[in-house]
């Protein structure tokens, strides 16, 4: 689809304003061909300015809607230190959901309006949001396992072709090697502990691993927008690419933790020299991303009440800036 | 709760009485316009005088005798606010000394479109950069 609007110019444009449109572009072909980056102002296709809006505010629900499996655990936080750090680790996801809605905002589309498609249940964010965290052994692999598919995915948007985006991956991802560590360090704690603890971690690390390796997105025979975002420069990677070098680092890393993951295919092709895995369930993926998720309307529920439960903040806000203001012009 | 329970359940009491409270969002809305984008990045600046939440472009000090370098944005309801949202989203680690917050609308940037015209000047002028002068390779100190 994408493909066919790139190159269209709508019949009813004037012959100037065809012109202008033909020369930006030009221009945007010049500046994807020679890797460098689009900015706000910068002509751009339709489809382009589209395809970054669903991505980015998809990517900024993801980490808005992503603070509550976490928030879960703040106030069961087995230490002290334990909730600081859950603490910590909650609100970068919302700062990062924050610079993202910024990033989105520059295409033109309202803040407010993405909040509203989001508590009307109307935008999509990341599936794997939509499990529950039952133990806090969740809290270990989310660190671990999600965080660090979110890691290898969001490193290379580091490079994407729209500078906003580029600039909130950058910021992002500086922040989110702390996440992925903590996890880490969790499920290692209790890997080491009695018998029923390292039995959590494991029974952890065995439900949250199949859903991290779907956030890579459906397979590249299956993923109908990935070829145009990566001519487009936004995507780097292909999704398969990202999961097969995903799986081998936890390949590494799940030796470290003295635990196993639920997968008995994987290997290493010495033929393609990747990583390969089991098959997944992409109806499962298909299914929560539709809405039909062990937690989706739980989520969107405890996102318009919090949204709708600071709405006194906000206007108090608004009236106090007023009043000062009003103060300040009197004086 | 059980431990092996999913402590998820969402509170209730509490929320159902709020969700009377009018929405905030829909009176934002009015606020925003899509063509707006953010400051130095922005399409259509100063659309809006009396922005509720409006926009604002954060530029942080990261060390004494560095400048303020651009940061981000946010919304905010006044300047006081903003300094405070920006400390909160932009330094949560230190990475600044001082923060200034800048109302979107008050920035002013070149157009886009005639970026050629309006940067040419420079060009083929290579007498202003050094490395223009060659005679002088191999001489000390110069």
Same mark, same amino acid.
């Given at each position: 689809?994408?493909?066919?609007?790139?190159?269209?110019?709508?019949?009813?444009?004037?012959?100037?304003?065809?012109?202008?449109?033909?020369?930006?572009?030009?221009?945007?072909?010049?500046?994807?061909?020679?890797?460098?980056?689009?900015?706000?102002?910068?002509?751009?296709?339709?489809?382009?300015?589209?395809? #970054?809006?669903? %991505?980015?505010? %998809?990517?900024? $629900?993801?980490?808005?809607?992503?603070?509550?499996? &976490?928030?879960?655990?703040?106030?069961?936080?087995?230490?002290?230190?334990?909730?600081?750090?859950? *603490?910590?680790?909650?609100?970068? &996801?919302?700062? $990062?959901?924050?610079?993202?809605?910024?990033?989105?905002?520059?295409?033109?589309?309202?803040?407010?309006?993405?909040?509203?498609?989001?508590?009307?249940?109307?935008?999509?964010?990341?599936?794997?949001?939509?499990?529950?965290?039952?133990?806090?052994?969740?809290?270990?692999?989310?660190?671990?396992?999600?965080?660090?598919?979110?890691?290898?995915?969001?490193?290379?948007?580091?490079?994407?072709?729209?500078?906003?985006?580029?600039?909130?991956?950058?910021?992002?991802?500086?922040?989110?090697?702390? $996440?992925?560590?903590?996890?880490?360090?969790?499920?290692?704690?209790?890997?080491?502990?009695?018998?029923?603890?390292?039995? *959590?971690?494991?029974?952890?690390?065995?439900?949250?691993?199949?859903?991290?390796?779907?956030?890579?997105?459906?397979?590249?025979?299956?993923?109908?927008?990935?070829?145009?975002?990566?001519?487009?420069?936004?995507?780097?990677?292909?999704?398969? &690419?990202?999961?097969?070098?995903?799986?081998?680092?936890?390949?590494?890393?799940?030796?470290? #933790?003295?635990?196993?993951?639920?997968?008995?295919?994987?290997?290493?092709?010495?033929?393609?020299?990747?990583?390969? $895995?089991?098959?997944?369930?992409?109806?499962?993926?298909?299914?929560?991303?539709?809405?039909?998720?062990?937690?989706?309307?739980?989520?969107? &529920?405890?996102?318009?009440?919090?949204?709708?439960?600071?709405?006194?903040?906000?206007?108090?806000?608004?009236?106090?800036?007023?009043?000062?203001?009003?103060?300040?012009?009197?004086? | @709760?059980?431990?092996?329970?999913? !402590?998820?359940?969402?509170?209730?009491?509490?929320?159902?009485?709020?969700?009377?409270?009018?929405?905030?969002?829909?009176?934002?809305?009015?606020?925003?316009?899509?063509?707006?984008? =953010?400051?130095?990045?922005?399409?259509?600046?100063?659309?809006?005088?009396?922005?509720?939440?409006?926009?604002?472009?954060?530029?942080?000090?990261?060390?004494?005798? +560095?400048?303020?370098?651009?940061?981000?944005? +946010?919304?905010? !309801?006044?300047?006081? @606010?903003? +300094?405070?949202?920006?400390?909160?989203?932009?330094?949560?680690?230190?990475?600044?000394?001082?923060?200034?917050?800048? !109302?979107?609308?008050?920035?002013? =940037?070149?157009?886009?479109?005639?970026?050629?015209?309006?940067?040419?000047?420079?060009?083929?002028?290579?007498?202003?950069?050094?490395?223009?002068?060659?005679?002088?390779?191999?001489?000390?100190?110069?």
């Amino acid at each position: 689809m994408a493909s066919q609007n790139l190159q269209s110019v709508p019949a009813e444009l004037s012959p100037e304003e065809q012109e202008r449109e033909a020369a930006g572009q030009a221009y945007f072909d010049r500046i994807i061909s020679e890797d460098s980056r689009i900015e706000p102002r910068d002509w751009m296709p339709a489809a382009y300015r589209k395809t #970054l809006l669903r %991505q980015i505010s %998809q990517h900024a $629900h993801s980490e808005i809607i992503g603070m509550q499996p &976490e928030a879960n655990w703040i106030t069961r936080a087995p230490s002290l230190k334990r909730k600081s750090i859950l *603490m910590a680790k909650v609100q970068d &996801e919302a700062g $990062h959901g924050l610079y993202l809605y910024s990033a989105a905002e520059t295409l033109g589309q309202s803040r407010d309006q993405m909040m509203e498609d989001l508590i009307a249940g109307k935008a999509r964010y990341s599936s794997i949001f939509n499990y529950p965290t039952i133990s806090w052994a969740d809290m270990g692999a989310i660190g671990w396992l999600v965080d660090g598919a979110a890691i290898c995915n969001q490193v290379p948007l580091c490079r994407a072709s729209y500078g906003p985006y580029g600039r909130a991956m950058v910021r992002i991802c500086k922040e989110e090697s702390f $996440h992925q560590r903590q996890g880490f360090e969790i499920l290692l704690e209790l890997s080491n502990g009695t018998p029923a603890q390292k039995q *959590m971690a494991q029974d952890a690390v065995n439900r949250w691993y199949a859903p991290s390796l779907m956030m890579f997105g459906p397979p590249d025979d299956d993923s109908p927008n990935s070829e145009q975002s990566m001519a487009w420069n936004i995507k780097r990677f292909s999704n398969d &690419e990202l999961r097969s070098r995903f799986v081998g680092m936890m390949v590494e890393q799940v030796r470290v #933790l003295g635990l196993t993951l639920p997968d008995k295919d994987i290997r290493f092709n010495e033929e393609t020299k990747k990583w390969e $895995h089991g098959p997944l369930d992409w109806n499962e993926f298909k299914e929560v991303l539709a809405g039909r998720g062990p937690c989706n309307s739980q989520r969107v &529920e405890r996102r318009r009440e919090a949204h709708e439960n600071g709405a006194w903040v906000r206007e108090a806000a608004v009236a106090y800036a007023r009043k000062q203001a009003q103060k300040e012009n009197a004086a | @709760m059980a431990p092996h329970g999913n !402590p998820e359940a969402p509170a209730s009491a509490a929320s159902e009485i709020n969700r009377e409270a009018p929405k905030v969002a829909a009176t934002n809305a009015e606020s925003t316009t899509t063509a707006r984008a =953010s400051g130095p990045d922005a399409t259509s600046r100063g659309a809006q005088e009396e922005t509720p939440w409006s926009l604002w472009e954060v530029f942080v000090r990261s060390s004494r005798g +560095l400048s303020h370098v651009h940061a981000g944005s +946010l919304h905010a !309801p006044d300047a006081a @606010m903003a +300094l405070r949202n920006a400390r909160d989203l932009y330094t949560r680690r230190n990475e600044g000394v001082s923060i200034w917050v800048v !109302p979107a609308e008050a920035i002013s =940037s070149s157009d886009p479109d005639s970026k050629g015209s309006f940067f040419e000047s420079p060009q083929g002028k290579d007498y202003r950069h050094a490395t223009y002068y060659t005679k002088s390779e191999g001489v000390k100190h110069l």
